[in-house]
């Protein structure tokens, strides 16, 4: 069982940038691939960005160049830095970890971007 707690999400301005994080429970974390995924109101989740036990990372192309995945092995953690936010990102954020048919989500953190 591992249990994510996302935190950091919050109100911003277009064009300015939000880091969120997630710190995940369990001694076996550098075999989960850490993704971040997104929902916006009335549409499905979709993945923003993946990492995994090496540093292997993955983006969705609405977000490459802006956001950046990161992880901390050490402290079980994993991290979303988000540049150039643009409305279109708002959303909730789900930290999510994945480990063969094992999969574990956050509660969410709410990003949201407007002037």
């Known amino acids: 069982q591992v249990q994510l707690v996302e935190s950091g999400g919050g109100l911003v301005q277009p064009g300015g940038s939000l880091r969120i994080s997630c710190a995940a429970s369990?001694?076996?974390?550098?075999?989960?691939?850490m993704g971040w995924y997104r929902q916006a109101p009335g549409k499905q989740r979709e993945l923003v960005a993946a990492i995994t036990g090496g540093g292997s990372t993955d983006y969705a192309d609405s977000v490459k160049g802006r956001f950046t995945i990161s992880r901390d092995n050490a402290k079980n953690t994993v991290a979303l830095q988000m540049n150039s936010l643009k409305p279109e990102d708002t959303a909730v954020y789900y930290c999510n970890a994945a480990f063969k048919m094992y999969q574990y989500w956050g509660q969410g953190t709410q990003v949201t971007v407007s002037s």
């Open positions: 369990g001694n076996i974390f550098i075999f989960y691939v």
